[in-house]
């Protein structure tokens, strides 16, 4: 192949600096561990295909059959885990939502198709790889799977062109909704993923072209291969010297996300930063007001009402709850209910009431609702400890 040597050195520098910052953001990082996670994996998974890509050029791949087409799944995972990094950084999630896992599929599907290949003995794959060698374009076909050659590199420059579009939409809708003041505190990590993002949209379009254009089949495997490790060796580097994101220090205060409103429900996987005296400003705030006016004995007391009495933005009312209690705005209100029960609960005029009565007196909307929460903050269910409360000792 031409330019062998120089192709072999690109791959290997960019496969172990992209390896080296993957570990970094995977184990060494500890600010927003989900975010860098999910970067880790995508900037692993292109560091896997370069190191691969380095051993086939170099006839070094023959030494690790078993590492022959273990990465080819793996390119599924790089448009999803780049998109959901940066969904990740701008509204500060802490975990997966509940419909993510649809984000991998493609990689699980071709995981099981390729399964019968990775599967074989390494005497298999040496013979495969000796036939191979004939026809270095070949290496990007996949034979051992479904799908004819040639149509796995196509649906993944659809879904990578797709992912590249929602995060573009991500950055975009973030600076219309985010206050100017909040952008301003987070120039550097906004122009970071940015940068990122041009960096990913640079990298699927090649792809096509080499598909596209009258080249030999041998320049095309080098097109695409030097693309993807200049990518990598570039993404890396840039890394390296944005030790705030790379290391998680706090040379760029997190960014602030607007929450959006979904019929009064939050969703548990954002949470916003807010600096700690904020944060002891409007715990002073939020928990005088519930002490004076126990606004949560009122039924159906929701985060916009709390917000709204105690002058708190309502994303900001959100990113306190979860940051100070870890929990949910609806375990933080019903955790006062429980309490008022228990303090309550003893008197004589309480002794009276059904579980729905008391359910009701406490603010729930149903005993249904009252039963799940008390059970859930006290570990016992609510007639256990009516019946040891009530009980004489």
């Known amino acids: ?33 989900h975010a860098n996670r999910l970067l880790s994996v995508s900037l692993f998974s292109v560091a896997l295909f370069t190191l691969t890509s380095a051993l086939l050029i170099n006839h070094a791949i023959f030494l690790v059959p078993h590492l022959f087409r273990v990465n080819m799944p793996l390119h599924y995972l790089v448009a999803p885990c780049a998109y959901l990094y940066v969904r990740s950084v701008l509204y500060q999630e802490i975990r997966f939502r509940r419909y993510d896992w649809l984000h991998f599929v493609p990689f699980g599907l071709h995981t099981l198709e390729l399964l019968p290949f990775l599967l074989h003995s390494a005497q298999y794959k040496f013979q495969y790889l000796q036939q191979l060698m004939v026809d270095i374009p070949g290496v990007i076909k996949q034979q051992e799977g479904l799908l004819p050659d040639y149509y ?64 030999h089949a041998t320049y095309t495997t080098i097109f695409v291969v030097s693309t993807l490790g200049g990518y990598l060796l570039v993404t890396s580097t840039l890394l390296l010297f944005r030790p705030q994101v790379l290391y998680g220090t706090t040379g760029t205060p997190p960014v602030v996300a607007v929450a959006r409103e979904t019929a009064g429900k939050e969703d548990p996987a954002r949470v916003y930063s807010l600096s700690a005296e904020r944060k002891r400003e409007y715990r002073e705030r939020i928990e005088t007001h519930i002490r004076q ?76 609702t009252f039963f799940r929460a008390f059970t859930k903050l006290t570990g016992v269910t609510p007639s256990e400890y009516l019946t040891k409360a009530t009980t004489p000792s």
């Open 293 to 368: 006016h126990q606004p949560f004995l009122r039924k159906g007391y929701g985060i916009n009402d709390l917000a709204a009495e105690s002058d708190i933005p309502v994303y900001q009312v959100s990113a306190f709850i979860n940051q100070e209690y870890r929990m949910n705005f609806s375990d933080f209100i019903n955790r006062y209910r429980v309490e008022y029960v228990k303090e309550k609960v003893t008197q004589p005029e309480w002794r009276q009431l059904t579980l729905e009565g008391i359910a009701l007196e406490a603010g729930f909307s149903n005993r249904t």
């Open 152 to 215: 796995h590199p196509v649906l993944k420059f659809i879904l990578g062109n797709g992912y590249v579009w929602m995060q573009w939409r991500l950055i975009r809708r973030f600076a219309r909704q985010t206050p100017a003041h909040d952008r301003r505190e987070n120039q550097s990590l906004l122009r970071w993923l940015r940068t990122f993002t041009v960096l990913n949209t640079l990298l699927y379009p090649p792809v096509l072209l080499a598909m596209l254009l009258p080249i």
């Open 1 to 33: 192949m031409p330019y062998a040597d120089l192709l072999t050195v690109l791959m290997f520098l960019s496969a172990f600096i992209g390896t080296l910052v993957s570990i970094i953001l995977a184990f060494v990082n500890t600010v927003q561990r």
